[in-house]
T-cell receptor, first 116, second 110 residues
Framework: DGGITQSPKYLFRKEGQNVTLSCEQNLNHDAMYWYRQDPGQGLRLIYY???????QKGDIAEGYSVSREKKESFPLTVTSAQKNPTAFYLCASSMGDRRTSTDTQYFGPGTRLTVL | AQRVTQPEKLLSVFKGAPVELKCNYS??????LFWYVQYSRQRLQLLLR??SRESIKGFTADLNKGETSFHLKKPFAQEEDSAMYYC????????????FGQGTILTVHP
C-alpha cells in the first residue's frame, strides 16, 4: 500500500476540542474526498475537492471543515460543533477527469476518532 | 436525489455455494454503478464497475435499469470472499462523487 496515507491511525479527543485528520496522496490526483463510515450506515460524504484551492460540501458537512492548499494534501478538521464525531474517517482520491468513466477512487487506511 | 440500498446487512453462505449481494438504486438519469470491497485489515478498494462489464475474482454484476438494480453474483463462493461489500453510484452530473449503500458483510463458511 502507499499512494494515499492518513494519520494518525487512532485519535482521541476530549469534548469541546477541535482535531485535524491528515490525508496525503502522491498519486498526482486532482480530486480528493472525505467520508465518514458508521456501522449500518455505509460511507457518507463529508467534503470533496475537485482541484487545489476549491472544495464543496458533501452530504454531512456540518461540524467539519477542510482546506486544499496543496494538491497532495486535504486535511479534515472535526470541530466542537460536530455533535457525534466518534467514527471511522476515510479519505480518498481520484484522477477527477470528467472525460473518462474510469475515475476510480483510491482509499486511505482510515483514522478512527474517539471522543472521550 | 440519488440513493443506494443494500437490503442485507449480513449474508452467510457455505463455500462452493452461489452468492448474490443485492443492490438497488434510485436515480433519475443514467448512473454509473460500482462495487467496492473491504477485506479484513485492508483498505476499501474497487471490485468492479458496470461500465467495464468485467468479471473480477469470479464476481459479476449486471446493471438492470428496469429494476434499478446492480446485484453482485458469484456462482461458487470461496472463504477468501468474506468481506464487507459496498455498492456505489455516481450520477451523470456528480463529478466524482459517489453515493454508497449501507454495506453487506459476506461470510463464507468452510
Amino acid at each position: 500500500d502507499g499512494g494515499i496515507t492518513q494519520s494518525p491511525k487512532y485519535l482521541f479527543r476530549k469534548e469541546g476540542q477541535n482535531v485535524t485528520l491528515s490525508c496525503e496522496q502522491n498519486l498526482n490526483h486532482d480530486a480528493m474526498y472525505w467520508y465518514r463510515q458508521d456501522p449500518g450506515q455505509g460511507l457518507r460524504l463529508i467534503y470533496y475537492s475537485q482541484i487545489v484551492n476549491d472544495f464543496q460540501k458533501g452530504d454531512i458537512a456540518e461540524g467539519y471543515s477542510v482546506s486544499r492548499e496543496k494538491k497532495e494534501s486535504f486535511p479534515l478538521t472535526v470541530t466542537s460543533a460536530q455533535k457525534n464525531p466518534t467514527a471511522f474517517y476515510l479519505c480518498a482520491s481520484s484522477m477527477g477527469d470528467r472525460r473518462t468513466s474510469t475515475d476510480t477512487q483510491y482509499f486511505g487506511p482510515g483514522t478512527r476518532l474517539t471522543v472521550l | 436525489a440519488q440513493r443506494v440500498t443494500q437490503p442485507e446487512k449480513l449474508l452467510s453462505v457455505f463455500k462452493g455455494a452461489p452468492v448474490e449481494l443485492k443492490c438497488n438504486y434510485s436515480y433519475s438519469g443514467s448512473p454509473e454503478l460500482f462495487w467496492y470491497v473491504q477485506y479484513s485489515r485492508q483498505r476499501l478498494q474497487l471490485l468492479l464497475r458496470h461500465i467495464s462489464r468485467e468479471s473480477i475474482k469470479g464476481f459479476t454484476a449486471d446493471l438492470n435499469k428496469g429494476e434499478t438494480s446492480f446485484h453482485l453474483k458469484k456462482p461458487f463462493a470461496q472463504e477468501e470472499d468474506s468481506a464487507m461489500y459496498y455498492c456505489a453510484l455516481k450520477g451523470m452530473t456528480s463529478y466524482g462523487k459517489l453515493t454508497f449503500g449501507q454495506g453487506t458483510i459476506l461470510t463464507v463458511h468452510p
